[in-house]
């Protein structure tokens, strides 16, 4: 099963940034595009961004955060991120990463949250984004 770690959210004020991290052990995560979901309380989660396998050729961002927000892959470091500049009080939420669950989809960039996870959510890392 496959079991990723985020990490790097906090407590931002409005037009901060932050960076999340999604690590993977015990497995190559450059095999699997990973996709970034948050969940805001009462809200369901939504995809906002993803990242294609093998490279990372493929990207795709939810409309909200196009031109904010940038995912990238650090293959040296198993980890994926997500960079989150001009940030906003809608952007509050847990964010988790993700594999999707088939292995149909493994390499594709998707961001349907009924597409995944690979296993299981992890805990995920809060962002609260507030003046």
């Known amino acids: 099963q496959l079991q990723f770690v985020e990490s790097g959210g906090g407590l931002m004020q409005p037009g901060g940034s932050l960076r999340l991290s999604c690590a993977a052990s015990g497995f190559t995560l450059d095999y699997y595009a990973i996709g970034w979901f948050r969940q805001a309380p009462g809200k369901e989660r939504e995809g906002v961004s993803c990242i294609s396998a093998n490279g990372g050729g493929t990207t795709k961002y939810a409309d909200s955060v196009m031109g904010r927000f940038t995912i990238s892959r650090d293959n040296a470091k198993n980890t994926v991120y997500l960079q989150m500049n001009s940030l906003k009080p809608e952007d509050t939420g847990v964010y988790y990463c993700?594999?999707?669950?088939?292995?149909?989809?493994?390499?594709?960039?998707?961001?349907?949250?009924?597409?995944?996870?690979?296993?299981?959510w992890g805990q995920g890392t809060q962002v609260t984004v507030a003046s």
């Open positions: 993700a594999a999707p669950k088939s292995s149909f989809f493994r390499a594709l960039c998707l961001t349907e949250p009924a597409l995944f996870p690979f296993g299981s």
